[in-house]
């Protein structure tokens, strides 16, 4: 259950325990999604950035990620654990523990040509747009495909802040592998920047009830040594 505290959503998690991020695309066209936990790309192994590779998701297609890809054919999984033993710290980029993210892009559509009057006697001004519209089409980045300049300025939005560390701060391990087939395809994102990025911090309960993002247990008054003590038998009620 996700928690809301000053506009960011939480989950509590506890060590040991495994967990998948569901992805639904809710739209009647293809979507990229690009996946970080712990600031790292969870197919390419990279520090995460949006130009970088993910999962196309059909129309209406919904799909659990519950790994580290290390194959076309499997995951390593996903669990909560200590720190200093996960995958990110493990890896050297133990700043960004503590946060799952997705970067979704629209699919590009191709653009219709526009009929063009009879007789056409000379290149016009529409015939000149188009040409210039191809070659902003052919340099649109392909979803599968590294993208190893990727673009500062995203990455610098999305990776600006490292989080505070605690001691017992949860992380996300490189856990067993399981059984998880994909399959490549092609595609052209509708633009450079995401259509929407989704971004859920998480931490121990404990961690987050001492944060005041959890309300904690509510407060009793100052305890008494001696609460039994009467100095005389009161009437019965």
Known sequence: MPFLH????????????RYA???SNRSAGRILSV???DGVNVVSGESAAPGQTGYVFSPWQSYEISGWRKNADE???FYFTALPDSYAARTGRANDVGVIGVAVFRERTPARRRPQPYPHP???AGNRMDESGKAERSEAPAAPADDPAGSVRESEQFGATAPRRQLDKLGTGHGEREHSAVAFTDFRRASAHPEQVFTIYYDRYENLVARGIIPGAPRFAQPRPFPGAVRFVPDPG
Do not use: N, T
């Not at 000053?6 to 325990?17: M, S, T, V």
């Open 21 to 23: 991020i569901r992805v």
């Open 122 to 124: 000379q290149e016009s």
């Open 75 to 77: 995951v390593a999984s």
């Open 35 to 37: 996946v970080s936990v």
């Open 6 to 17: 000053g506009g960011k959503l939480y989950i509590a998690g506890q060590p040991g325990e």
